[in-house]
């Protein structure tokens, strides 16, 4: 038993150091194409270059109520962090003034027509 496990542990750190790498930039982890946040990350840092370091958080999840309170709780942890500069989170509405209206889907704007 011994032997497996240690036979085991072996196999694993070879695989390890082999095979495991560490890809910092969001174009080697995702392609524009295959995720469309990463499309429109693409598109922010072109029109936007002095951003280019900030990070980008996207919370996504099938409960809508659970992903707003997580994006809650990040954004106010990061808010205490000495190191975090600024952070662009809630969209006031009333900021969007008459523009609020260029912010919805084709389809909703499709029904109010």
Partial sequence: MLAVTLLTVVASLWISVARLSFHGSRDDIATADAIPHT????????????????????????????????ADALAGRLTHLPQVERIFYRVDPAALGGRALLYLPVGDLERLE
């Fill in 39 to 70: 499309a429109r990350y693409l598109e922010y840092v072109r029109e936007f270059p002095d951003d280019a370091l900030s990070i980008v958080v996207v919370v996504d999840g099938r409960d809508a109520a659970r992903a707003t309170a997580f």
